[in-house]
């Protein structure tokens, strides 16, 4: 049984997502692999008491890579869930105010 304050892990800042919630009210977080849009839409309404209108999930895939120093050690990065949650006209979470 999972609470709702298990299904959000942390908000995603990149570029993308900055441009997402300054000019479309988009904003993004990593959330755990088990959560559904009814559990996410759930979980961002009761902890930052605002309206969501719609909530997309996708997952990113692991990704394999090189370490730096050695050609021959590989590394894994794991995969992991984003939900992309839009918020009604004059919501607004604090969470990301000053990002740039």
Do not use: C, W
Request: charged content about 30%.
């Amino acid at each position: 049984m999972t609470t709702i304050y298990d299904v959000l892990r942390r908000p995603l800042v990149t570029e993308k997502t900055n441009y997402q919630y300054n000019k479309l009210n988009q904003y993004t977080f990593v959330v755990s692999d088990d959560a559904t849009k009814a559990m996410v839409k759930e979980a961002i309404e009761t902890i930052f008491d605002v309206d969501v209108t719609r909530v997309n999930i996708m997952k990113a895939p692991a990704k394999r890579g090189r370490r730096a120093r050695s050609r021959r050690l590989m590394v894994r990065k794991p995969g992991f869930k984003k939900a992309i949650v839009t918020l009604a006209e004059g919501h607004s979470l604090e969470i990301f105010e000053g990002v740039q």
